[in-house]
């Protein structure tokens, strides 16, 4: 990577910080790495409000359950499958009121779903306290066939969609929650450059 | 800057203290459409010297043959509201800028709690319009002090009815911001006109219950406080200038030939900012618009209603 490479729509995530001035919190977190950041977030304080915490646990990680039984306080639901936690997310918006602080704890792919169900009920996803836990992963947004390919480890990756060879680049869209992919090879075909894993 | 030549077609005593300014254009063409919130400066000529007051623009933003104004009398005025209550007649002729908006509503908000307090209703006037177009999710809430000064009360019930919610100070009417606003839907923004504490209370109990900064919308225009006299130097034009007391130094610049940049005159749209060279004194910054940061590193100031307590002070115009 080029040094001092910076693009402006890649989103910068920070560690989740309880927001003191709230109404309520909605914790959703994300595997084994989204339990223990939401364990973290319990060690700062207990915060005044009602908080619910929605836990999407991971198959074969760590389960942070048990010990999240014990700190939350209010309302702890905990799931064994995505759409199941986004379900319940959507189950709790309706009702949700003014004040409401959001805190997500995941993949990038988990947080941006969590961003678009919320756009919904009028939230930005600048209001929404984003820390990225468990992988690098990337969505990929094909520019040529416009299909979404989750998951991707490489710089560059196989179109789900039309199986062009798409080099991953940093630019990111909010609303699609996916990074553009461009075909590598356009100019000269076949020369595909080295495939490395950078998104661990 | 362009300006709108235009003619007062009616004058409409509302209150004891508010008129209501109808204004058409000279030359006969519609004006342009506005959106909801939008204000106009006023140029008004006071024996001589020129006042430039903004205001709301509260008529329908679709209605092109007229713009409307509503100007409460401003006891410690500086001429401004006196001057088109006392001196303005039907036929009389002014200058207008083009409609500006620095209280726009937000298109995507599921809910807007429009909160307003006095003559602070008149931005909301011309929202109410677009709301009612769009068939949006609102509420006003209009507050003040009897109801001899409810200008509009009864107008905007008639046209929204229970979407309006008043509260009148001298029948025990009591606004009570913090259960209104811990009690609003997800997606809500809220938007406030009205006297500055009430301004300062709204917003300070919205950020309190944890509302982003991005859902709290104000507008307040303040009129330039008068203070001591200081002489400005400008650098670009090598130009010294008095400000005297009663006048802001952006109407002294004016007065003094120079074309500086303006838009709301009130504090809060940023637009004359000017860069500070440096200063023999303090700076007296009285806007909406820097930041407390930016207004104690004194390297920037807002003309239209800042001033200083100095000799001299340089600024890069």
């Known amino acids: 990577m080029e040094r001092g490479y910076w693009i402006r729509s890649k989103p910068v995530y920070s560690a989740l910080v309880w927001q003191q001035q709230a109404n309520a919190h909605l914790v959703l977190v994300e595997g084994s790495a989204g339990g223990l950041a939401a364990m973290k977030l319990f060690q700062q304080m207990l915060p005044q409000q009602s908080i619910t915490v929605i836990y999407e646990t991971e198959a074969g990680g760590a389960d942070y359950t048990a010990a999240l039984k014990k700190v939350v306080p209010d309302d702890l639901q905990v799931f064994n499958s995505h759409d199941a936690a986004m379900k319940a997310l959507e189950a709790h918006l309706p009702e949700a009121l003014m004040g409401l602080r959001i805190y997500v704890a995941g993949s990038e792919k988990f947080m941006w779903d969590i961003a ?8 930005d996803d600048a209001d929404i306290a984003k820390e990225l836990t468990g992988t690098l992963a990337r969505s990929v947004y094909c520019v040529h066939c416009k299909a979404i390919t989750h998951n991707a480890h490489t710089n560059i990756q196989a179109c789900s969609g039309c199986g062009k060879k798409l080099f991953v680049r940093d630019h990111f869209s909010r609303r699609l929650g996916a990074y553009m992919g461009l075909m590598v090879d356009a100019e000269d075909p076949g020369q595909i450059p080295e495939i490395e894993e950078i998104y661990p | 800057m362009s300006h709108i030549n235009v003619k007062v077609a009616a004058i409409e005593q509302v209150t004891d203290l508010i008129k209501h300014f109808t204004f058409v254009r000279e030359d006969g063409q519609p004006f342009p459409v506005f959106s909801g919130g939008s204000h106009v400066v006023v140029s008004m ?9 903004a205001y709301s623009l509260m008529g329908n933003p679709e209605e092109t043959e007229a713009y409307h104004i509503s100007v409460r009398r401003q006891e410690k005025s500086r001429g401004g509201s006196v001057h088109m209550h006392d001196a303005l007649k039907v ?9 500006v908006n620095l209280f726009a509503l937000e298109k995507r908000a599921r809910k807007h709690l429009l909160i307003a307090g006095g003559i602070g209703i008149t931005p909301f006037m ?64 809220v938007y406030v006109c009205g006297p500055g504490p009430m301004v300062v209370a709204m917003i300070e109990t919205a950020r309190t219950l944890g509302w982003p900064e991005n859902h709290i919308h104000s507008e307040q225009f303040t009129a330039p406080p008068s203070g001591e006299s200081f002489k400005i130097k400008l650098t670009k034009s090598a130009l010294e200038i008095v400000v005297p007391p009663e006048m802001s130094m952006l109407e002294a610049m004016e ?40 207004k104690a590193a004194g390297k920037k100031i807002m003309p239209c209603v800042s001033r200083a307590k100095c000799d001299l002070l340089e600024v890069v115009l």
Do not use: M, W
Request: hydrophobic share 35%; glycine share 10%.
């Open chain 1, 116 to 123: 678009q169900i919320v756009l919904h009920y009028g939230v």
């Open chain 2, 45 to 53: 000529n006071i024996n001589g010297r020129i006042q430039r007051n």
């Open chain 2, 91 to 99: 036929g009389d002729s002014l200058q207008i800028t083009f409609p």
């Open chain 2, 126 to 189: 011309s929202q109410i319009a677009d709301l009612e177009r769009n068939k949006a999710n609102y509420e006003l809430h209009y507050a003040y002090r009897a109801p001899e000064h409810g200008a509009f009360s009864k107008e905007i019930k008639a046209n929204i009815g229970n979407k309006l919610i008043t509260y009148v100070e001298s029948e025990g009417g009591v606004l009570n911001l913090r259960n209104l606003l811990s009690k609003q839907p997800l997606g809500t923004h």
């Open chain 2, 255 to 294: 007065a003094a030939g120079v074309d500086a940049p303006y838009l709301c005159r009130g504090g809060a749209c940023g637009r004359c900012e000017l860069e500070v060279v440096c200063t023999d004194g303090n700076l007296l910054h009285h806007d909406h618009y820097l930041s407390e940061a930016e």
